[in-house]
């Protein structure tokens, strides 16, 4: 199977939780499936600003990055988290390779500024448009696990230009990288439980009929809006389902790539 795994932040903060999650993944991967790893890492990053002395801004949920906050970000994300995690799956016998969207152009984006729905003022944020498929094909065939950082490049230009990087939402990013290299699956690993109704129950099965009700009614609110149109996106590209998983529940990944999935919300087409 090939599938797109996406570690939020809050997840990659609990060391316990992470070794154990990337130890299944290292399972999954000597199991001969393919995986392609995206990793946020918001709360790393508010604290590299804070010790920096900068400020995190947001905008309706936003990151507002400006080019100082851009810098940081590139350092953070694609640098300190990226590179942990490929020590960590290569210390359990797989081999990773990290990298961000300017690494064989993986992952191009346009600038967010100016679309409805985004605020003004939002800096140098992206929503991811390409992925170089040849270039994931090229390194899962050779066994090796993309570990991939939000950060993309934007869109081509003058060859003499230096690209623009840009600060993507890792949801977008995850799922963009799943429709785009044909996975089966793509999987949220997150600190929720899964989609909640009204009453604060987790729905294990949800379709995009279903989803599109909630999210009209205001049942889906904060940080699960942006993740359910994320879900959306990749279902709407051909992927066949989506999954939102919590992290904290011990063999949630065994459990989801042996089919004894009892946790979380699966999200499909129909």
């Not at 210390?91 to 961000?100: E, N, T, V």
């Not at 044909?182 to 009929?209: H, R, S």
């Amino acid at each position: 199977m090939r599938i797109t795994i996406k570690l939020g932040g809050s997840i990659l903060e609990d060391a316990g939780i992470r070794n154990r999650l990337i130890g299944e993944i290292a399972a999954m991967a000597l199991q001969k499936h393919q995986v392609i790893l995206v990793h946020g890492g918001g709360k790393s990053l508010n604290r590299r600003l804070r010790q920096l002395q900068m400020e995190a801004r947001f905008i309706d949920g936003l990151r507002v990055t400006d080019e100082a906050t851009l810098g940081v970000a590139v350092m953070v994300l694609a640098g300190e988290i990226n590179k942990k995690l490929v020590d960590e799956l290569g210390r359990m016998g797989i081999a990773a390779l990290g990298l961000c969207g300017a690494d064989a152009q993986a992952v191009r984006c346009v600038p967010v500024a100016g679309m409805p729905g985004y605020p003004e003022g939002i800096g140098f944020v992206g929503k991811p448009t390409k992925v170089n498929r040849d270039f994931f094909e090229l390194l899962m065939d050779a066994g090796i696990t993309p570990v991939v950082s939000s950060i993309a490049i934007g869109p081509e230009g003058d060859a003499a230009q230096a690209a623009q990087f840009y600060n993507i939402n890792a949801d977008q990013m995850a799922s963009a990288c799943a429709a785009e290299t044909g996975c089966e699956a793509l999987v949220y690993i997150t600190d929720v439980p899964g989609v909640m109704d009204a009453n604060e129950k987790v729905i294990n099965d949800l379709n995009k009929g279903d989803i599109l009700e909630l999210r009209s009614r205001g049942a889906i609110s904060g940080g699960m809006l942006p993740k359910t149109a994320a879900c959306l996106e990749a279902i709407g590209a051909g992927v066949g389902a989506v999954y939102i998983l919590p992290g904290a529940e011990g063999n949630i990944l065994t459990d989801f790539i042996t089919g004894n999935l009892t946790k979380g919300t699966k999200i499909h087409e129909n």
